[in-house]
């Protein structure tokens, strides 16, 4: 399930860091991201690793908030940084709804992902062998970022945001006079409303497709509460219960406790576990009840089925096939010459017979089947 498409800029955000950087002159290895969910511009800000949550709220405060104000919402992973008491309370007393994504599903925080990997290709570009200067280059490739079109938008951040592009050393020349903005304030707030009114249909049209998209194959399985289910055991989530290829890959059943929205349910995990208890809907299935399974032999047998019985001979005929009649006609041909025929030897008599041939010759019916096997009697 999607998140709620923003309404307006700077009220939706989503943060994450940058790590694993070359340590800087000035000391610094790694990038602070904050991105606005509706306009997608960004703001990039050089840290450490070490940066505990209250370092990381005084730069937000300094490099974001004095531009745009306190948030509605942040959507974050699950970082110690963004899980400690200090943080949850300082964002709780500003009345900021906190939004985390999960190891197994960080689509959630996809906004950031993206912008992180466009900033990597941008500092790329911009440092060449200068890597311990990278800080020095970041405010320019902020800005080259909040430059371009937006693909979900086809605006650039800037011209959501303050509705027109700032100026760059490649825009340095006359704007066609139908471009400049308004000077009246009414008309200006006016174009303002319009656009925000036609970024956010865009981004509902692109999340819709996204959507469309990502469901295509997907069935939709519904939980409620009192429910038994099976938990996936992700690899990267339940380390130590997949630690060998022929450990179980699914654990249960538990039983659903609370349901977060379509895609997210709360189970009765054990706390021995030592995971967050909340799980997308892709990692759990149906427990289904054994009971079928008494009558799975009654059922069962099929034609072409192996109904649980002896194995069949690999070498052995199916019975009806031309070679089976063919084998039946000679048998019978064989007994019944035994059972005329006279003794021609001394001491030769009928007692004298293959067990056999008195069995079939005691058999209404005669000849019934054979096998290319030797008849046991």
């Excluded at 009192?226 to 022929?246: A, I, M, N, Q």
Aim: contains cysteine; proline residues 8%; hydrophobic residues 35%.
């Amino acid at each position: 399930m999607p998140l709620p498409v923003p309404t307006s800029p700077w009220v939706d955000v989503s943060m994450d860091f940058v790590l694993g950087l070359p340590r800087t002159q000035r000391g610094k290895d790694s990038i602070f991201v904050v991105v606005d969910r509706f306009s997608k511009m960004a703001h990039f800000i050089p840290c450490t690793k070490t940066s505990d949550a209250t370092l990381i709220a005084e730069l937000y405060f300094k490099e974001v908030m004095r531009l745009h104000g306190v948030p509605r919402s942040i959507v974050s992973d699950r970082d110690t940084k963004f899980l400690s008491h200090f943080w949850v309370t300082l964002w709780k007393k500003l009345g900021t709804k906190l939004k985390y994504s999960t190891t197994c599903h960080p689509q959630t925080d996809g906004q950031t992902e993206v912008t992180n990997r466009t900033l990597g290709a941008l500092l790329r570009a911009l440092i060449k062998s200068h890597a311990k200067a990278w800080d020095l280059l970041l405010s320019h490739a902020e800005f080259a970022y909040n430059m371009a079109p937006s693909k979900t938008t086809g605006l650039s951040p800037f011209k959501v945001v303050y509705g027109v592009d700032p100026l760059s050393p490649l825009g340095l020349v006359p704007r066609p006079l139908e471009g400049k903005p308004s000077v009246e304030a009414e008309k200006r707030v006016e174009e303002i409303k319009r656009l925000h009114e036609k970024v956010k249909e865009k981004i509902e049209r692109s999340n819709a497709s996204y959507q469309a998209q990502a469901n295509k194959h997907k069935k939709k399985v519904v939980f409620q509460p009192g429910d038994l289910v099976w938990v996936h055991l992700r690899k990267e989530r339940f380390p130590t219960k997949r630690k060998s290829k022929l450990m179980p890959r699914a654990d249960g059943p538990f039983e659903v406790l609370e349901r977060v929205n379509d895609n997210a349910y709360k189970v009765n995990l054990p706390g021995d576990y030592g995971v967050s208890a909340t799980f997308n809907v892709a990692d759990l299935s149906p427990y289904l009840e054994d009971d079928h399974l008494s009558n799975l032999r009654a059922n069962s047998p099929q034609q072409g089925e192996d109904d649980g019985g002896p194995p069949m001979d690999p070498h052995q005929e199916p019975q009806g096939s031309p070679r089976s009649f063919s084998m039946r006609a000679q048998v019978k041909e064989m007994v019944l010459a035994l059972l005329h025929q006279q003794p021609e030897s001394p001491g030769y008599s009928h007692m004298h017979k293959p067990g056999f041939v008195y069995l079939l010759e005691g058999d209404p019916k005669g000849v019934t089947s054979c096998t290319p096997h030797s008849l046991h009697a």
